[in-house]
């Protein structure tokens, strides 16, 4: 199956600075990437999503990249703020509406 | 409001028992997928339901088993629990064919 991994598993940033969270695949069939963030005792919550027959996508302070040929994507978060802290996870999914999960990344935002 | 349902919302059980989680998905949504996420992992995928048919499995033993109703809800079942089973239990719900889950606010399971 599947195997997402995830880094870096712990991240600490300064207010207003950027944050990079990369995740590489397995599964080269795997054509739907989604982050999530959860914050404590939370559920997850979509926060960006990326196909595979596009290369990068923006909303606002957050975006996503996806190099198909080298089987990896990361999350860029802009202008941090501590409401950014949470733990994020990547995820692929090869079909079926499948996800398989990194082990995720905990954000801790500096004010 | 997420619109998936989860209940209940926090278990106490003892090994060797046996536990059902329930969750009723998302207006308009057919697809129930459950998973487990113990403390300080990710969400790993236990199986999936769809037209009340297990669709996919993940790598869980058969005592965890499920059902789905002709409603769409869904009841994720645990026989002989063991301490290991402990964590937290989603459900996300989503339209088969469209990528897009919702999750439910979980169960959190504690053997004991």
């Known amino acids: 199956g599947e195997n997402v991994e995830q880094h870096p598993s712990t991240l600490s940033v300064q207010e207003g600075d950027s944050a990079v969270i990369k995740c590489t695949y397995s599964?080269?069939?795997?054509?739907?990437f989604p982050w999530y963030k959860q914050e404590l005792g939370k559920r997850p919550q979509l926060i960006i999503d990326?196909?595979?027959?596009?290369g990068e996508k923006k909303d606002q302070r957050i975006a996503v990249t996806l190099n198909k040929t080298a089987k990896h994507f990361s999350l860029h978060i802009t202008e941090t703020q501590p409401e950014d802290s949470a733990v994020y996870f990547c995820?692929?999914?090869?079909?079926?509406?499948?996800?398989?999960f990194g082990t995720g990344t905990r954000l801790t935002v500096i004010p | 409001d997420a619109g998936v349902t989860q209940s209940p919302t926090h278990l106490i059980k003892t090994r060797g028992q046996q536990v059902t989680l329930r969750c009723s998905p998302k207006?308009?949504?057919?697809?129930v997928s459950w998973y487990q996420q113990a403390l300080g992992q990710g969400p790993q995928f236990i199986f999936q339901?769809?037209?009340?048919?297990?669709?996919q499995r993940g790598n869980f033993p058969d005592r965890f088993s499920g059902h789905q109703f002709p409603n769409y809800s869904s009841e994720l079942n645990v026989n002989a629990l063991l301490l290991g089973d402990s964590a937290l239990y989603l459900c996300?719900?989503?339209?088969?064919?469209?990528?897009?889950?919702?999750f439910g606010s979980g169960t959190r399971l504690t053997v004991v």
């Open positions: 339901y769809y037209e009340e048919e297990e669709r």
């Open positions: 990326i196909r595979s027959n596009v």
């Open positions: 996300a719900s989503s339209s088969s064919g469209v990528h897009g889950y919702t």
């Open positions: 599964d080269s069939a795997s054509n739907y």
């Open positions: 207006s308009g949504h057919d697809t």
């Open positions: 995820a692929a999914s090869p079909g079926a509406n499948n996800l398989f």
